[in-house]
């Protein structure tokens, strides 16, 4: 594990359904982030978090709900989600906003 | 003005030679250059960075090449191996923006 723990590691939801994904980062950063990769694109910035407060909200649609309870836990909550919403969910942390960026595995996620 | 172009999109090295990617940018505010590689079912992982004060830097079999007036950088991978078969994404951000910008990635495959 590389300090940056996400649940679950697969989803699979309807798109009437309302899940959440899980990241706990242990690396005592003050900064954490939500990425999304699909194939063939390159990584998409959604939500930067620096100090449990929400500093950059990237053009994403309202289906998606970020919260930042404290500096290690970060959630996206998930609702009416599209099929293309399909993809790897990366959750990222840093010590300082911009750099040095620890990832976790990623929740893969099936809108069905 | 906020891409990365990274090249080429695929590419095969027999083992024990040189792996070259390149990228791209057009903002002149970016300072911090950092190369990842991630393995399948895994998050990507930071393999070396570099800031635009130094043109090359080394880590073991990894070197990153910057030019900044052509604003351009490589990752070189000396004496490639079977394990360094993976996905290598490039990316750029300016300080305190809260946005690593990545490129599209390449995926390298290193022949026996």
């Known amino acids: 594990e590389t300090g940056v723990t996400q649940t679950p590691r697969h989803l699979v939801m309807g798109m009437t359904n309302k899940k959440s994904l899980k990241c706990e980062q242990h690396l005592g950063h003050n900064a954490m982030y939500w990425y999304k990769q699909s194939a063939k694109k390159p990584l998409e910035l959604m939500f930067v978090y620096s100090l449990e407060e929400r500093v950059e909200n990237n053009s994403v649609p309202s289906r998606f709900s970020p919260e930042c309870p404290n500096s290690s836990h970060l959630f996206l909550h998930l609702h009416t989600l599209q099929p293309e919403d399909s993809a790897l969910y990366l959750c990222?942390?840093?010590?300082?906003?911009?750099?040095?960026?620890?990832f976790g595995s990623g929740t893969r996620l099936t809108v069905v | 003005q906020q891409q990365v172009k990274q090249s080429p999109q695929s590419l095969i090295v027999q083992k024990g030679g040189i792996s070259i990617i390149n990228c791209a940018y057009e903002?002149?505010?970016?300072?911090?250059f950092p190369w990842y590689q991630q393995f399948p079912g895994k998050g990507p992982a930071l393999l070396i960075a570099i800031r635009p004060d130094v043109s090359e830097k080394k880590e073991g079999r990894f070197t990153i090449s910057f030019n900044k007036s052509a604003k351009q950088f490589s990752l070189h991978i000396m004496d490639s191996q079977p394990g360094d078969s993976a996905t290598y994404f490039c990316a750029a951000s300016a300080s305190n923006t809260g946005k690593l910008i990545f490129g599209q990635g390449t995926t390298l495959q290193v022949k026996p």
């Open positions: 903002n002149t505010a970016f300072d911090y």
């Open positions: 990222a942390s840093s010590q300082v906003v911009s750099y040095g960026y620890t």
